[in-house]
């Protein structure tokens, strides 16, 4: 009795472990990228921020992409620049309100592909293709200084940032609840899953760590369930440049913004950044 009841639990346990593992690799991109739109009166209400600029880049494959830049300082020719990208659920034309907090750094952030306006289907390669691309096109810009181009990726878009800043002569690099890679965070989430096999999308910062040299600021929340700060602690610690580490104390993934002293680190980060290298 026990063979012939044990038999069938252990076929009904294998069937649904290989279902979950085919859920998985067939719905990763919805998981990971939460395509959201833009809405008309959020993109009404950017328009009429000051200094703001509605703007489209041409990735390499002839995506087009969609975004904002905002001045926040009007007499200088050419302004140093944050250049932001968001979380996997963000519409990013909400940062553009946030934009006098970098002053006097101008602010550009793009939605991904798929997101807004941005046309296309994201993916890793396609997200990391498309920083470069837009990367590219802000820094030949009369208006900016190329030397003085700093990139800030918050969560997903801290993957973007990382690999954008090994490629490219960065200022310095924010980042906000950042994980050394996303195939970390998945083993995390799915402990009995074989991620390694089955993620498409792994984003490897860590791979990029050792490598740049621009200096970095990590910003962590206390709280962060979803991205824990030791896994933000270790591409901090792995980074080979100048580095600042900032634990937000009393926040979660969602809210460590809404602290004065996520600000005041930031202030004060780019500040330290802020002269001609």
């Not at 703001?52 to 494959?61: F, K, L, M, W, Y």
């Amino acid at each position: 009795m026990i063979k012939g009841t044990l038999f069938p639990l252990l076929g009904t346990g294998l069937a649904i472990f290989v279902g979950l593992c085919a859920v998985l690799y067939l719905l990763q991109e919805q998981l990971i990228f939460l395509r959201p739109p833009l809405a008309d009166v959020d993109r009404h209400a950017v328009r009429l921020l000051p200094g703001t600029t509605e703007i489209r880049v041409t990735a390499h494959d002839g995506t087009r992409l969609h975004g904002w830049l905002r001045h926040t300082v009007e007499q200088e020719r050419r302004r140093g620049l944050v250049i932001y990208f968001g979380g996997n659920a963000e519409e990013v034309s909400g940062q553009m309100r946030d934009a006098p907090m970098l002053a006097p750094w101008s602010l550009a952030a793009f939605n991904y592909r798929g997101y807004g306006l941005s046309e296309g289907r994201p993916s890793e390669a396609a997200l990391t293709s498309d920083a470069l691309a837009i990367f590219d096109w802000l820094a030949k810009r009369d208006d900016i200084d190329p030397n003085r181009i700093v990139v800030f990726g918050r969560s997903l878009g801290s993957g973007v940032a990382v690999p954008l800043a090994a490629s490219r002569p960065v200022r310095a690099v924010v980042l906000v609840s950042p994980y050394d890679s996303l195939r970390s965070i998945a083993r995390k989430q799915y402990p009995i899953v074989p991620v390694s096999l089955l993620l498409k999308h792994p984003f490897d910062s860590l791979v990029h760590a050792p490598d740049i040299e621009a200096p970095l600021l990590v910003l962590a929340a206390e709280h962060d369930d979803l991205i824990p700060p030791s896994y933000s602690r270790r591409l901090h610690d792995a980074w080979f440049g100048p580095k600042r580490w900032t634990l937000i104390h009393g926040t979660g993934h969602n809210d460590i913004h809404a602290r004065p002293e996520y600000w005041t680190a930031i202030h004060e980060f780019l500040a330290s950044v802020a002269a001609e290298p």
